[in-house]
């Protein structure tokens, strides 16, 4: 499905590692890395959040889905990692079906997903570094590899100067910044972001999603749910809208 090439922001010698831990970015050979067939999620409580949805998300794309609150645009990213199943429709992500996947090949393919949330998630009892590690750690990276990891994935978020600082020290969009090195220092091929600006003031907005940009430059595919629709004209990127949880491509910025 998809060819490894080099990490453009690792450095020293590639480790001999598992594919399950490979350090690498993710360069596609193929069209699609993930698609919705016809999905409908309809809650226990008979909210209908997402109707006969139809998606197709392609190795190397950069995607806002925008859209009101309550449109389905978070409903659509847990569906995509898993955290949701469909109530009618299929989820396929790199070929496999999810509803299929079942306990560590479930987890293995979440291996290839980060994922970033609008309220951080972070440890307030660790550090940035720590925070950032918390990842590599459950994967079971050596120490090594998780002290030759963290330090390019903070310079990424230009965050290397607060590694020693708790998440009570930084700045709302600092915090987020940590969870977008959290999300890619394990090198996922695709970059799942809920809302990432939705806390942050216009600059710091803007700085969160220029970082994902630079993401992308290097080869991760990147879906981006975000309300602010002038923030997201302004990038000039793929754009699909959720209303009443109806999907509709919206005709590309320019």
Not at 80 to 94: C, R
Not at 153 to 158: D, Y
Not at 189 to 208: Q, S, Y
Request: with cysteine; glycine share 8%; hydrophobic share 40%.
């Amino acid at each position: 499905m998809f060819k490894l090439s080099a990490n453009p922001w690792l450095t020293g010698t590639r480790p001999t590692t598992t594919p399950e831990s490979d350090a690498a970015t993710v360069v596609s050979t193929s069209k699609t890395i993930a698609q919705l067939h016809n999905v409908t999620k309809i809650y226990t409580n008979g909210c209908c959040s997402l109707r006969s949805v139809n998606l197709r998300i392609h190795a190397g794309d950069f995607l806002f889905i925008t859209g009101d609150s309550g449109a389905g645009k978070s409903t659509l990213l847990k569906l995509l990692y898993g955290a949701e199943q469909p109530s009618e429709g299929q989820v396929e992500m790199e070929g496999n079906l999810l509803r299929n996947l079942r306990g560590r090949a479930l987890a293995h393919l979440r291996r290839r997903i980060g994922v970033v949330f609008q309220d951080y998630q972070l440890i307030l009892s660790k550090t940035v570094e720590e925070n950032v590690a918390v990842v590599l750690h459950a994967q079971g990276f050596a120490r090594s590899e998780i002290r030759r990891r963290v330090g390019p994935a903070l310079r990424m978020v230009g965050l290397a100067a607060k590694a020693q600082c708790f998440p009570e020290q930084l700045s709302g969009g600092e915090q987020q910044r940590v969870s977008i090195a959290r999300a890619i220092v394990h090198t996922p091929p695709l970059l799942l972001a809920d809302e990432p600006t939705g806390n942050l003031d216009t600059h710091n907005a803007w700085t969160v999603l220029q970082i994902l940009k630079r993401l992308h430059t290097i080869g991760v595919t990147v879906v981006v749910t975000c309300h602010n629709e002038q923030l997201v004209q302004a990038f000039a990127q793929r754009i699909i809208r959720l209303e009443a949880g109806n999907l509709r491509e919206l005709p590309l910025s320019t």
